[in-house]
């Protein structure tokens, strides 16, 4: 693509991620963190437990259990931003960029919480017996605006194609290619097949799989970022106190860091944390809308979990790696700062040496299938919405077919692409989310006086 034409589409996806969106998301978190009284710090324990230790709900209206719906979800949610995008904000924002991304799990945990409570209020039953609900559905169900429900269905069915499958699909051949030497079409074909075989089997497919994939990527993620910071175990104390220092304090030029005014660490934090937990943008509350529930609110509280294992567990790890080994402030062969893919990877050599990239890698290409899996789930129930049941085949048809493309494919100019439908699609989500905030509030009411807390 020609660079002019790349240019513009930077420029679009700056104004998209600019002030206005960001402010909106992190406002709407604030809005309903004062709503609901802090309602994701209160009930935190509770919601873990709902999630990984009550027993399902097997008599409950739904496709899949609790456990399948938040694991699901998270297979889209936990990917490359969670490390390629960490590093990214480090890079551009220095330390204090952390802070800013913890803040935006902090209260997208509430607002996920209040996305996916909804989602299950206004889902109904589509034609083949699976359920249905998501953004557009109490779009057009609760707030009564069939043109912006139109609108949001449009936005995830391009956006699966972008964010869910090209730029994870390259990312997949790109590691295998760097790290193992492996041709992108072979890699094409496999993960091609593999990704056919489990979307061919609708959402208690994909369930299955993300139930036993997505646990396995996280645990293996923690136990290796876990190793890095038992080594530097003694930096982390320094680390804290530099994440909260510039915070609010311009990072100046050190090593190969080329220093970061306070905007842009800001900016560059939030945008990051938003861009990965994804709370406020419409994407998870379709697969909470499968779940096997009695109640809209317990769905709700599970969802909300999601959002703290991506964040504050997940990313804050990734965080604390790249920190305590110093690797931020290095410099690469071309003399300018580590960023990406590569600062992460420099990062882990600090403990473990030349398997440092075999164990970036590994992590990334799981992280990258479970999100390529969860989108297809996404982007199918938003062509649902808007054609009906028979879309289904030929929607699973092409987006197979496009896993191939994005492996064998130079995606300069695609993430950005990708931003900028991804960002689109918390618009009309957010409008619905302050608009039905009253609704919110009454089923958190019911739900919390019926059981006493």
């Not at 004062?34 to 999630?51: D, E, I, M, S, T």
């Not at 935006?104 to 409570?117: H, N, Q």
Request: proline share 4%.
């Amino acid at each position: 693509m020609s660079m002019p034409c790349a240019s513009v589409l930077n420029t679009l996806a700056g104004l998209v991620w600019g002030w206005p969106l960001m402010v909106l998301l992190i406002g709407t978190g604030v809005w309903f963190t004062v709503l609901l009284r802090g309602l994701q710090f209160r009930l935190l324990p509770h919601a873990l437990w709902l999630a990984f230790v009550k027993r399902r709900e097997a008599d409950g209206k739904g496709d899949i259990s609790h456990f399948q719906a938040l694991m699901t979800a998270m297979s889209a949610t936990v990917g490359t931003g969670n490390i390629v995008g960490v590093a990214t904000a480090i890079a551009l924002g220095g330390p204090g960029a952390v802070f800013w991304l913890w803040l935006t799990g902090l209260v997208g945990m509430v607002t996920k919480y209040a996305e996916s409570l909804l989602a299950v209020k206004f889902r109904v039953v589509a034609a083949n017996g699976t359920m249905a609900g998501g953004p557009m559905y109490y779009i057009e169900r609760g707030l009564h605006q069939k043109w912006l429900a139109v609108l949001f269905a449009c936005l995830t069915v391009i956006a699966s194609f972008g964010i869910g499958n090209l730029t994870q699909a390259n990312a997949v051949a790109t590691g295998l290619q760097a790290t193992y030497g492996l041709n992108p079409r072979d890699t094409g074909a496999v993960l091609t097949l593999l990704s056919g075989l489990v979307l061919l089997f609708g959402i208690k497919g994909i369930a299955r799989v993300t139930a036993v994939v997505v646990p396995f990527m996280i645990v293996f993620y923690l136990i290796i970022t876990g190793g890095v910071l038992i080594a530097n175990a003694d930096a982390i104390p320094a680390v804290l106190r530099l994440i909260l220092h510039h915070a609010f304090t311009p990072t100046a030029a050190t090593g190969g860091f080329a220093g970061a005014a306070l905007s842009q660490t800001i900016r560059t934090g939030l945008a990051r944390g938003l861009f990965s937990n994804e709370s406020g943008l419409g994407s998870a509350p379709i697969a909470a809308a499968a779940a096997r529930t009695h109640h809209p609110v317990t769905q709700a509280l599970v969802s909300m979990t999601q959002t703290f294992i991506d964040t504050l567990l997940v990313c804050s790890m990734t965080a604390l790696v790249i920190l305590t080994s110093g690797a931020w402030t290095q410099s690469g062969p071309d003399g300018n700062g580590l960023t990406g893919a590569l600062l992460s990877t420099t990062a882990f050599s600090s403990v473990y040496g030349p398997w440092a990239g075999q164990v970036a890698t590994v992590s990334l290409v799981l992280f990258a299938w479970s999100t390529l899996i969860g989108w297809g789930y996404y982007g199918e129930k938003a062509l649902e919405y808007l054609i009906g049941v028979r879309a289904i085949p030929i929607y699973r048809t092409v987006y197979v077919s496009v896993v191939y493309v994005g492996c064998v494919t130079q995606l300069e100019t695609c993430w950005t692409i990708a931003d900028i439908f991804n960002g689109l699609m918390a618009l009309p989500n957010l409008v619905a989310l302050l608009c039905l905030s009253p609704l919110v509030l009454a089923e958190t009411r019911a739900y919390l006086l019926q059981r006493g807390k």
